[in-house]
């Protein structure tokens, strides 16, 4: 059973406070997401990762950087935080095979920035 | 670049079936997915279509046309349990990320 955990549910933070959002996967995928939610906007890209130290930019990457050191974790550092990264945050994992179209994704952690 | 469109709610009723649509632009194509997300949880995976015609996974089936850049998720017998969001996604054919449709919100009525 594939298990993507993260580092916490809910997380309140200050403007201009740097934050660290954890998510590890058990089951060897070599491709790992960063996801924000929002209401009406649905899922949108952060960032991926297809293997350790490699990452690529997604749909909205502005004010974020990510850190994948080893291939199980896979970090999203919000460098200065601002009340407009206020969201749901959600980590997935996937294979590289091909011809396969799942993500297993986290629990997700509500962020506020106050 | 990928966009996908569908409807933003669809309301039935206990025991009724349910299509919901999904139509997309990509300048590539590797299948269409389907996840399903209830309120304060995660996405979780349903179905997935990489050729033509219908998967069938229980009470859930899955139809794709490429020809029509179109697929659907059947939703059979429906339960309250059902109530949740529905998100098709494709792969990007140039990487290996994924772009998700806006999401069908479904209301199961008793």
């Known amino acids: 059973d594939v298990k993507v955990t993260q580092s916490s549910r809910y997380l309140v933070k200050r403007t201009g406070e740097k934050v660290f959002l954890e998510c590890v996967q058990d089951?060897?995928?070599?491709?790992m997401f960063w996801y924000r939610q929002d209401p009406g906007l649905g899922l949108r890209l952060i960032y991926f990762s297809y293997d350790v130290k490699m990452k690529e930019k997604g749909d909205i990457p502005e004010g974020y950087s990510v850190s994948r050191e080893k291939k199980e974790r896979f970090s999203l550092i919000l460098e200065s935080a601002s009340t407009n990264q206020t969201s749901m945050y959600l980590c997935a994992s996937s294979p590289k095979r091909e011809g396969l179209g799942e993500q297993y994704f986290g629990p997700g952690t509500r962020l506020t920035v106050t | 670049g990928q966009s996908l469109e569908q409807p933003s709610e669809v309301t039935a009723v206990e025991g009724a079936i349910v299509q919901i649509n999904c139509t997309y632009q990509?300048?590539?194509?590797?299948?269409l997915s389907w996840y399903q997300q209830h309120d304060g949880g995660a996405p979780t995976f349903l179905s997935y279509?990489?050729?033509?015609g219908l998967e069938e996974t229980g009470r859930f089936s899955s139809f794709l046309s490429r020809s029509d850049s179109y697929g659907y998720l059947l939703l059979q017998e429906l339960q309250m349990k059902d109530s949740a969001s529905y998100f098709c996604a494709v792969r990007d054919p140039y990487g290996q990320n994924f772009v998700f449709g806006p999401g069908t919100r479904l209301s199961v009525l008793p």
């Open positions: 279509n990489g050729l033509d």
């Open positions: 990509t300048s590539g194509f590797y299948g």
């Open positions: 089951m060897d995928h070599e491709n």
